[in-house]
């Protein structure tokens, strides 16, 4: 009587394999949808200053830089959230390459200057300026 149930449980135990393993792939895939909803400026690395193309810093920066960043390349001119997670100075993003044109400052982290160190939406401004600062900046560098 067990030899008749063993390929039978067999078959089930591989349907059920197969059925957990499908299981275990949607929960990944929950997991990865569910990732953006929780995406934070804390996806920005302590000790850099971080930049989004998306307001409110979706997902992971799409362009970072620990001391200056010259230029940016995929991102410039498409930036929307900043933030500074640096812990020795202020940032300082420019309209210009290579550190040129108008610029915009960014606290440290905590305010240590008194003002906003990181922003969800350039687009009404900062504690620094009340003009326009999306889609314009294409250097920054530390302070
Ligand atoms: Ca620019
Ligand atoms: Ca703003």
């Known amino acids: 009587m067990k030899t008749e149930f063993i390929p039978m449980s067999t078959r089930v135990r591989r349907a059920l394999a197969s059925v957990s393993l499908g299981a275990i792939l949607a929960g990944g895939g929950l997991v990865l949808v569910a990732s953006p909803a929780s995406a934070a400026w804390s996806n920005c690395s302590s000790n850099y200053a971080c930049m989004w193309q998306g307001k409110t810093y979706p997902n ?53 200057f008194g003002f906003q160190w990181r922003d969800p939406d350039l687009s009404n401004g900062t504690d620094d300026t009340s003009t326009d600062w999306s889609n314009r900046i294409s250097s920054g560098k530390f302070v």
Do not use: C, H, I
Not at 62 to 70: G, V, Y
Not at 85 to 99: E, H, I, Q, W
């Open 60 to 112: 992971s920066p799409n362009a970072s830089f620990k001391t200056a960043l010259q230029e940016l390349t995929s991102s410039n001119n498409k930036v929307n959230s900043v933030v500074n997670r640096g812990d020795t100075s202020a940032v300082r993003f420019y309209d210009g390459a290579n550190y040129t044109g108008a610029s915009l400052l960014m606290d440290r982290e905590g305010n240590w």
